[in-house]
């Protein structure tokens, strides 16, 4: 198994633009998450989806829109990026929610300039 | 909302000498995760407290959740290098279940 895998690694932007980081799990997992990083933060959750055709709005959800067409798939998509974006962006999956564990990808770290 | 408080924010240990790091909630645990997260990595489950009271070991790094005090601590016996890293408590929210709440992690590093 893959596990879960993300796309890019590593993407600098500029203000304005927009674009799609790409999530996918191989697990059959039900409940998928989209975190952020920031520096003295730990992590805030963006959005997440118990199962394909539900997504949630999380802590800091503005700036971001998600869809979960599939099982497998949850891509996170910035809008008009800004300065305040720049991040590094983590995606997780587990069996049925997170109180049970969540598997993390390796993250994208994102730079908007 | 719930907030996670973990101390210290970062510590230096030498190999061979143990740890502890606290992560302090402003309300009531319905439970605890603790993750690790390796420098430019994503984060690893590492174990999960359900219960006051409860304890649960793996390997040297032992758990606890006081409910009473709205605390949990996570304990390294004999500290190597492979503990190095950045660890994070997560607790969830008892009318939202589906999110996660994380602290703001605690950065150890371990002097060989």
């Known amino acids: 198994n893959a596990g879960v895998t993300q796309t890019p690694k590593f993407q600098v932007l500029k203000t304005g633009q927009s674009m799609t980081l790409q999530c996918a799990q191989d697990?059959?997992?039900?409940?998928m998450s989209w975190y952020r990083q920031d520096p003295g933060m730990g992590l805030r959750l963006i959005h997440y989806?118990?199962?394909?055709?539900?997504?949630d709005q999380g802590e800091v959800p503005n700036g971001y829109n998600v869809s979960r067409s599939t099982t497998e798939d949850f891509p996170l998509r910035l809008l008009s990026a800004a300065p305040s974006q720049t991040s590094v962006y983590f995606c997780?999956?587990?069996?049925?929610?997170?109180?049970?564990?969540?598997?993390f990808g390796p993250g994208t770290r994102l730079t908007v300039t | 909302s719930q907030e996670l408080e973990q101390s210290p924010q970062s510590l230096i240990v030498q190999e061979g000498k143990n740890l502890t790091i606290n992560c302090t909630s402003s309300?009531?645990?319905?439970?605890l995760y603790w993750y690790k997260q390796k420098y430019g990595e994503g984060l690893i489950f590492l174990m999960m407290?359900?219960?006051?009271?409860e304890e649960k070991s793996h390997e040297k790094i032992t758990a606890k959740l006081d409910e009473k005090k709205q605390q949990s601590s996570l304990h390294i016996t004999a500290s190597q290098p492979s503990h190095a890293g950045i660890y994070l408590c997560?607790?969830?929210?008892?009318?939202?279940?589906?999110?996660?709440?994380f602290g703001g992690g605690t950065r150890v590093l371990v002097k060989p």
């Open positions: 997780a999956s587990s069996y049925s929610g997170p109180t049970y564990e969540q598997y």
């Open positions: 697990m059959n997992h039900e409940y």
């Open positions: 989806s118990v199962g394909a055709g539900i997504t």
């Open positions: 309300k009531t645990l319905y439970g």
């Open positions: 407290l359900q219960k006051g009271g």
């Open positions: 997560g607790a969830p929210s008892r009318t939202a279940g589906n999110k996660l709440t």
